[in-house]
């Protein structure tokens, strides 16, 4: 049977980041045509990951530039495509389902397009970000004010330094605490927590999502993501375009993690717990707080941590009242320097999802 137009947006979104794997119930034909029109969907296939000018899609397209141009800036507003304005010129380009068309759906977030989104989860999505490993998109870092190292950190690794650094800093609700409460009703950490820099925070004005905040904003936001127990996630780059605090109830990375029993092995982490024993009183708020299970038992009073489960967040340092938890470094041979860009970053994700699908090019 001739492959319609859905079926071909998904085989090229398959391309993408973590990729866009096809199910038994077809859930994510469902989605697409939930949110694409097939205008729309004919429109993405014609963009790559390189961004191009309304003009030469345009050329491409067959159509009026001024057609191409309001579809393009709709699909944009929507969130299914990347725009970039420089002077009078604007620049288009197609973008993952994650990171990338999933996030970009506040707007549009509903109960329908939720238990859609929750489906495809369950049934596959959550296997193709397991297998991109490390997970590329996002790593772990240490809480802001939770760890107190005898080591210089870098300043990747630092959440307040990542912040500090910021000339446009906007704030929106984390969508995956925005799709888990309308199926599951949430938790009840705070939702405005993901921050988003540069280009990828105007582009978050634009379509109406998030608003702008201050240095001191941020920071003030980030101390009380740490209190609630948030795990921050910058994006995968020394240069990152957002930085998450995630919960482990309802965050799509962290969800996935504990599903496995080595969470340490999937996700980028520079760092691990160490528990000293002898100081440890078993008091049980690091097991509380901990995002993946890694406290474990070994003793009636004592308390392990396990290398394995352990994704080196740091909150189980600053809730111990006995000072018995410290963070060090992963072994040298484990330790990740990520991307120094974001071009070098998509360089990898390119490279990787090629290897996977067995393609010699994209």
Do not use: W
Not at 46 to 65: K, R
Not at 191 to 216: H, K, N, W, Y
Request: glycine share 6%.
């Amino acid at each position: 049977m001739k492959s319609n137009v859905y079926d071909k947006l998904r085989a090229q979104l398959d391309r993408y980041s973590v990729g866009y794997p096809v199910t038994e119930s077809s859930i994510e034909i469902k989605i697409l045509k939930k949110l694409f029109t097939e205008e729309e969907a004919k429109m993405f296939l014609l963009l790559s990951l390189v961004p191009s000018t309304d003009a030469a899609i345009a050329s491409q397209e067959g159509g009026s530039l001024a057609e191409v141009r309001t579809l393009l800036d709709r699909m944009y507003d929507k969130g299914l495509i990347y725009r970039r304005v420089k002077g009078d010129t604007a620049k288009y380009s197609a973008i993952p389902f994650l990171e990338g068309i999933f996030q970009n759906q506040l707007k549009s977030m509903g109960g329908a397009l939720a238990q859609m989104f929750e489906q495809y989860f369950e049934e596959s999505f959550h296997k193709n970000v397991a297998d991109c490993n490390p997970v590329l998109i996002h790593r772990t870092i240490p809480v802001n004010q939770a760890v107190t190292v005898s080591y210089p950190m870098p300043t990747y690794d630092n959440a307040r330094h990542i912040v500090e650094s910021q000339d446009l800093i906007v704030v929106t609700d984390c969508i995956c605490r925005t799709q888990q409460g309308l199926i599951k009703g949430g938790c009840d950490k705070p939702s405005e927590t993901c921050f988003m820099f540069g280009p990828a925070a105007q582009g978050f004005l634009d379509r109406g999502v998030g608003r702008r905040i201050s240095v001191d904003d941020a920071l003030h936001i980030l101390e009380q993501c740490e209190e609630a127990g948030l795990v921050t996630q910058p994006y995968n780059t020394q240069t990152p375009v957002n930085l998450c605090n995630c919960c482990p109830d309802c965050c799509v990375v962290l969800r996935t993690l504990k599903k496995y029993p080595r969470p340490a092995e999937i996700i980028g982490t520079n760092y691990r717990a160490v528990v000293d024993t002898k100081s440890c009183d078993a008091c049980g708020r690091c097991s509380e707080r901990c995002p993946m299970d890694a406290i474990l038992s070994i003793q009636e009073l004592v308390q392990s941590i396990s290398d394995e489960r352990c994704i080196g967040c740091g909150l189980c340092v600053n809730t111990c009242p006995a000072e018995a938890i410290r963070l060090e470094t992963r072994p040298a041979n484990r330790c990740q320097e990520p991307p120094e860009t974001g071009q070098q970053l998509f360089e990898e994700l390119v490279e990787r999802r090629r290897r996977a699908i067995g393609l010699t090019a994209i």
